[in-house]
């Protein structure tokens, strides 16, 4: 059984910088593609960032590109997802994923990840 660990969230002023990571288990981490989403209170569950398995590709959320960036580290069965110059509109729960198929291109819906972590509470004052 995958289990994901989030981490790292809190409260941060506008303008600020958090570093969100989030822990696997299992033996063949390395083997697939990871993503961040997030969902705000009454909003739906919205893609944020997403890696490719090789960590040789990425993928944003337009409204994020720039300012966030996603990373892996296989050897220790970990992605991150640094955020810088946080707004309000970035509040949110934010929830790492695990792609359902090994070797899969970068995915952004959510349909293609089978796993899911129980996420951090991110929260950006103005």
């Known amino acids: 059984q995958v289990q994901l660990v989030e981490s790292g969230g809190g409260l941060v002023q506008a303008g600020g910088s958090l570093r969100l990571s989030c822990a696997a288990s299992?033996?063949?981490?390395?083997?697939?593609?990871m993503g961040w989403f997030r969902q705000a209170p009454g909003k739906e569950r919205e893609f944020v960032a997403a890696?490719?398995?090789?960590?040789?590709?990425?993928y944003y959320l337009d409204s994020v590109k720039g300012r966030f960036t996603i990373s892996r580290d296989n050897a220790n069965n970990a992605v991150y997802l640094q955020m810088n110059g946080l707004k309000p509109e970035d509040t949110a729960v934010y929830y790492c994923?695990?792609?359902?198929?090994?070797?899969?291109?970068?995915?952004?819906?959510?349909?293609?990840?089978?796993?899911w972590g129980q996420g951090t509470q991110v929260t950006v004052s103005s």
């Open positions: 890696i490719a398995w090789s960590g040789g590709s990425t």
């Open positions: 994923a695990r792609c359902a198929r090994q070797y899969d291109r970068t995915r952004w819906d959510a349909r293609s990840y089978a796993y």
């Open positions: 299992g033996r063949t981490f390395s083997n697939y593609g």
